[in-house]
């Protein structure tokens, strides 16, 4: 995320409170901001003004949001249709639904990470202002790792903790905070492991994602974005990975705002969300409280199978990517369209709808100040440095950098040698190699 070098007064802040209310609802805002608050003045209300001090805490709601890509002569598409929501410090929002149903495009959005060629309207705010986070204190795992495959988990963090971590930290401190950050993601026993790649084999899938996780919450952001952060792991290491995360908070005392997409939740994990966000086609089927999904998907005749995990229960109800049996749709004999068409309209005209809407205004008529605490990454000489250092590590390790050019040098001057071999060297037979 970028640093963004404007950090208002309270002035701006209140120019920028009522010329907000001036502006269209539809006006483009994909911003990020930072702002504190005191424990205590969370627990008075959000009416309140907000002082600077202690406590960060980012409250990210967004607003009517669509998100429209081209197809070329075919015209546009879009994949996020009007979405509306807010989340917290100190909570947990899961946003679930089908393969392709904009889960990445949504947390993307909201990042400030769309691709040049989509468009993007509705309003994304922070705290109610338009401003983007200072660096470190937000962050995004993305859906793919993007490790060098060459080395080991342990160097993989400690490199990372080396380039973000600012100069005023001491080496052995941010040796210590990757070492912490390891223990916390439960790898240890693979510190000394590679990650290994195609051809060659390392840490697993599930250790991948860990290590990712890692190198990501290593700035102990505030903002933390997580595109399937438990693909590829299986339920137990699911359940101790999203707890982690969860209780990241209680470790280092700062209440965070985390919103994850997830495809399938066991009931433990499940237990884990305050607040859920179900979509389908980019359309939004639920959002509210997790514990309150339920009760609305068997309010509107659709209720969860005793046993049942009841994030398998929503996601069947509203998975249209494969053909249902006709005769025997879903409980009650409803086919998967008319029961997204029924969720997604009982939804709109909701008590939990209204809710969400109610708490999105709040939080954006708050008038807070805000702080923009600048953090920094380390400095660029120590980039270079250990940029280098890795560099050559990289290269060293990989057969095809060094190894395998030395070995095609080395053959071509064999080759080479071949041609000139047992010539002799004297003058006449430079004259025989000329004439042949
Ligand atoms: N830049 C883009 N250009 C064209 N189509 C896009 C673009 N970004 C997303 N899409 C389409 O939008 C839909 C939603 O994509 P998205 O990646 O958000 O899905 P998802 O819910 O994260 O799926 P998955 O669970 O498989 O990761 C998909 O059909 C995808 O093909
Ligand atoms: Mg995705």
């Not at 946003?95 to 060629?117: E, H, V, W, Y």
Request: net charge neutral.
């Amino acid at each position: 995320m970028n640093t963004l070098p404007h950090q208002p007064n309270a002035s701006d802040s209140e120019s920028n409170c009522s010329s907000k209310k001036m502006e269209s609802s539809l006006h483009i805002r994909t911003s990020l901001e930072v702002d504190t608050i005191t424990s205590t003045e969370r627990k008075r209300g959000s009416a309140f003004c907000i002082q600077t001090e202690a406590e960060e805490g980012v409250h990210l709601t967004w607003e009517d949001l669509w998100v429209t890509v081209s197809n070329g002569k075919n015209g546009s598409r879009s994949i996020l249709q009007g979405v509306t929501g807010y989340s917290k410090p100190g909570q947990l929002l899961a946003i679930m639904g089908p393969s392709g149903c904009g889960k990445s495009t949504l947390l993307d959005a909201l990042a400030g990470r769309l691709g040049s060629n989509t468009r993007q309207t509705g309003e994304i705010l922070i705290n109610g202002h338009k401003q983007a986070l200072a660096y470190g204190t937000s962050a995004y795992v993305t859906q793919d790792d993007t490790l060098l495959t060459t080395l080991t988990v342990g160097e993989s963090v400690h490199y990372s903790a080396q380039l973000q971590l600012p100069d005023s930290m001491s080496k052995s401190e941010k040796r210590e905070r990757a070492d912490i950050t390891i223990r916390e993601m439960g790898l240890q026993d693979a510190i000394n492991t590679r990650i290994g790649g195609w051809g060659a084999k390392g840490i697993s899938g599930g250790q991948k994602r860990r290590v990712t996780i890692c190198i990501e919450i290593l700035t102990h952001p505030r903002l933390l974005f997580l595109d399937e952060p438990t693909s590829g792991l299986d339920s137990a290491a699911s359940y101790y990975v999203m707890s982690r995360i969860a209780s990241l908070d209680q470790r280092d005392g700062i209440e965070r705002t985390i919103i994850i997409s997830i495809h399938q939740p066991s009931s433990e994990v499940f237990q884990l969300f305050h607040n859920l966000c179900l979509l389908s086609s980019g359309k939004t089927v639920y959002f509210g409280p997790a514990a309150a999904a339920t009760e609305f998907f068997a309010s509107n005749g659709f209720p969860c199978p005793t046993l049942q995990n009841p994030s398998d229960h929503f996601l069947k109800t509203i998975n249209k990517d494969f053909e249902q049996d006709p005769e025997q749709g879903l409980a009650g004999g409803v086919a998967t369209d008319e029961a997204i068409s029924i969720l997604v309209k009982s939804y709109k005209s909701s008590d939990i709808s209204q809710q969400v809407r109610r708490e999105v205004a709040e939080i954006c008529r708050r008038d807070s100040n805000i702080m923009e605490k600048k953090r920094s990454h380390a400095g660029f000489l120590t980039q270079c440095s250990v940029l280098t250092r890795r560099s050559f590590v990289n290269m060293y390790r990989d057969l095809g950098y060094y190894w395998l050019r030395l070995a095609v040098y080395v053959a071509l001057a064999i080759g080479l040698a071949t041609i000139f071999y047992d010539v002799g060297l004297g003058h006449r037979s430079i004259q025989v190699t000329e004439k042949e």
